[in-house]
């Protein structure tokens, strides 16, 4: 397994975090298990009460164990007199601060069931008051997908309800997984662990929290936006002072202080975990220099702040230990970017520097909070590299290589054949080599993926990687990977049965990025073969839009066509009507058949241009070709 620094220099007798986990707690939910209107369960906490029962076994990282323990707790949480937090009922974390006439939500949790539960434990205990406000904090998901669950389009259509968000929230809401969405969730399986059984032998979370509720994923667009550090706002009697984080841990975020309370909320850009330069699922590469550079200006903003709160874990107490746990985050970020600038200018490469920075030095070598629970050093700094120098890493055997499986091929013939191989990954197994094993064993895989005995090696080689990992992610990852190797028999191929997607996200997307969303599905080869002209009446939004498919491309152009080229087909429906077919709720010719779509033309045209769209595969192989 990768190396792991010394675990002697982390001091195993501090309890302040143990204590800050559960401080304030005022109820808790019992159970701690969430369903749906259906009676599905889209949120178990108490799966994870064998992390507070047992002792940490040989097949967890203790530091890992330690992490994960703490993230079970859940709750209500007061904080300060007046602000609370909703913890362990999603990944993320709910601050509901309290008004002269309501509250104000923050970052309202991954789906409306989850924050419905979450809203209702806070309404037991402290009574029931409107929610005046809800504000997100930036653009993931799990931080407003269930925004349902604590208001309404019509409370914020009339004016009872306003939502607050940074600057670019809504294009980064709901553009960062549409073009790559299918590759991101699929790997998402794997970081996430989503396909694990929950114990000791496989899931334990994954460090900035235990995992991710299942329910209802909706959104309302922002009535308010936050524009420029040093914008105040006065909601329902409370002031927020707000700072913009823009390309930080994600491209549109912001902090905000309580100054009246001296509570500085800070979104994701600080947490009791090292975070992701680069996440595994897939993602632009964030900029680990200007994320450093906020927190400095955080810590001069807000320099009076007492209580320091999250988006996820667990607050920080204290002015020393708030300025503590800032600079200890700042500098750990400030030292990934400028060490690997450094090697990178003396002409390392990323997995080289990697290898040379696997651990912080000095006070951030024993601070519990810059562990690589979540991001890891050694991800990072490849991420770090990414972001300056690209893929390619200037030597000239890498500028045109083999794909995976011709290359496969080749390794294996020149080691002289697969069982060869696989003897020789033996070798490296049982001399605890197991990143060489693991090597080995893939060059076999890919070159004949039904050899069983390097399948079942690989996945033993994977699991030991997985329980040495004090990274949750990368546990997750070589667990599934096992996982999958050992279901034989199952087809990776497959597309699975079609899923109705949530028609709230498709409404948020403008019409545009509907279309462009198609682009990107267009069969290109078998496309060039057809000139195709459609035109798009929305009658409910007033939009014209003509669909252009020539050269194996897909043109979305607002209004009609230029020129004297007739459409083919014109389409007349309203927006929703469309967010319904694409969420498969409806079909283009039950909605035609019903009359919600009419068309004027050639109908035939809708087919082509329909079945020129492949469906993206929701299970596409990974550790096997």
């Not at 009339?158 to 809401?173: K, L, R, S, T, Y």
């Not at 553009?175 to 790559?180: H, I, K, L, P, Q």
């Not at 420029?228 to 930080?248: A, H, S, W």
């Not at 994320?291 to 020393?320: C, K, M, Q, V």
């Amino acid at each position: 397994m990768p190396d792991q620094p010394d675990l002697p220099e982390l001091d195993w007798d501090d309890t302040t975090d143990q204590a800050n986990a559960i401080r304030g707690l005022i109820d808790r939910l019992e159970p701690c298990v969430v369903r749906n209107e259906a009676g599905r369960v889209v949120w178990d906490n108490d799966r994870w009460d064998f992390l507070n029962k047992d002792e940490c076994p040989d097949t967890v990282h203790p530091s890992l164990w330690r992490q994960s323990r703490l993230n079970t707790a859940q709750g209500l949480f007061e904080v300060a007199p007046g602000i609370y937090q909703v913890r362990g009922l999603d990944v993320s974390n709910m601050t509901i601060i309290e008004g002269e006439t309501g509250v104000v939500v923050v970052d309202p949790l991954t789906s409306k069931e989850v924050a419905a539960a979450g809203l209702g434990l806070y309404a037991r205990n402290r009574g029931e008051r409107p929610v005046k406000a809800v504000i997100y904090t930036h653009s993931h998901g799990d931080h407003f997908g269930g925004v349902l669950g604590v208001t309404t389009h019509a409370a914020v259509a009339a004016g009872e309800c306003a939502v607050i968000a940074p600057d670019g929230f809504m294009d980064h809401a709901v553009s960062e997984n549409v073009f790559a969405g299918p590759a991101m969730l699929r790997r998402a399986v794997y970081m996430y662990g989503r396909s694990l059984p929950v114990g000791p032998e496989a899931s334990v979370g994954f460090g900035l929290g235990q995992a991710l509720s299942t329910g209802t994923v909706g959104l309302i667009a922002p009535t308010r936006t936050i524009t420029e550090t040093g914008q105040e706002l006065v909601l329902d009697g409370v002031r927020l002072v707000f700072q913009l984080t823009p390309d930080t841990e994600a491209p549109s975020e912001m902090n905000f202080s309580l100054p009246d309370h001296r509570v500085l909320l800070i979104a994701e850009n600080v947490n009791h975990s090292l975070h992701n330069v680069l996440t595994l699922r897939g993602a632009q590469v964030r900029d680990a220099h200007a994320w450093a550079s906020y927190i400095t200006e955080s810590i001069r903003l807000f320099d009076g702040t007492e209580i320091l709160i999250g988006s996820h874990n667990w607050p920080t107490w204290g002015r020393d230990e708030v300025t503590r746990m800032l600079t200890q985050q700042r500098d750990a970020y400030a030292y990934l970017h400028d060490q690997t600038v450094r090697l990178m200018n003396r002409g390392l490469t990323g997995p080289e520097i990697a290898e040379e920075i696997q651990a912080f030095p000095g006070e951030l070598g024993r601070a519990w909070n810059v562990r690589g629970y979540y991001g890891s050093i050694s991800h990072n700094v490849k991420a770090v590299y990414q972001r300056y120098m690209g893929w390619y890493d200037g030597n000239p055997a890498h500028l045109w290589q083999h794909p995976p499986v011709e290359q496969a091929r080749r390794y294996v013939a020149a080691i002289g054949g697969a069982d060869a191989t696989v003897a020789s990954a033996r070798e490296a197994f049982e001399a605890d080599d197991l990143r060489w094993a693991a090597e080995l064993l893939n060059h076999v895989l890919f070159a004949e993926p039904g050899h069983t005995e390097a399948r079942e090696l690989q996945a033993e080689t994977y699991e030991r990687l997985g329980f040495g990992q004090e990274n949750g992610t990368w546990r997750n990852i070589y667990l599934t990977g096992a996982k999958e190797l050992r279901e034989a028999g199952q087809d990776r191929r497959r597309t699975g049965a079609p899923g109705k997607d949530s028609v709230d996200m498709l409404a948020a997307l403008s019409t545009g990025q509907i279309f462009e969303s198609m682009a990107v599905r267009l069969d290109g080869p078998r496309a060039a073969a057809h000139r195709l002209l459609l035109r798009w009446e929305f009658t409910d939004t007033d939009e014209v839009w003509t669909l252009l498919v020539g050269n194996g491309v897909l043109t979305p152009m607002r209004g009609d066509a230029p020129g004297a080229e007739a459409p083919q087909l014109t389409l007349r429906l309203k927006r929703s009507t469309l967010d319904l077919i694409l969420a498969q709720h409806s079909t283009f010719p039950e909605s035609i058949g019903s009359g919600a779509v009419t068309v004027e033309g050639d109908v035939t045209v809708l087919a082509t241009f329909h079945g020129l769209l492949e469906k993206p595969a929701r299970n596409f192989p990974i550790v096997l070709p």
